[in-house]
């Protein structure tokens, strides 16, 4: 470029002005794309919030049922427990019997 262009007549000047003022439209563009962008991290950010407080939710409950579901499979354990304990103790109980009595049915 020669030291005596007229910055009115100047080629360079017309394209270094076109230059900025696209440089200027995609500083707008780009200013607006990020705003969008900002929001709509936010609104994910809230969402996995709210996701979370729901899993913390189901994640009680599914304690909850599990502790529930566990003490109804206990209960026939030990329904069958004290059955057989009956069991025994009339066993036991006929056998003592039976020695009290001089142990009827063995061979005198």
């Given at each position: 470029m020669p030291d005596n262009c007229n910055p009115n007549d100047c080629p360079v000047s017309a394209r270094v002005d076109a230059l900025e003022k696209e440089f200027d439209r995609y500083r707008e563009n780009s200013s607006g794309t990020h705003r969008q962008m900002f929001d709509r991290i936010g609104a994910l950010e809230q969402n996995g919030a709210a996701v979370k407080t729901k899993l913390d939710s189901?994640?009680?409950?599914?304690?909850?049922?599990?502790?529930?579901?566990?003490?109804?499979?206990?209960?026939?354990?030990?329904?069958?427990?004290?059955?057989?304990?009956?069991?025994?103790?009339?066993?036991?109980?006929?056998?003592?019997?039976?020695?009290?009595?001089?142990?009827?049915?063995?061979?005198?």
């Open positions: 189901i994640e009680g409950k599914l304690d909850e049922l599990t502790v529930t579901v566990k003490a109804l499979a206990d209960k026939p354990a030990k329904r069958w427990e004290s059955l057989v304990g009956y069991a025994l103790s009339a066993l036991v109980g006929a056998f003592l019997l039976w020695v009290a009595s001089g142990m009827p049915g063995v061979g005198k």
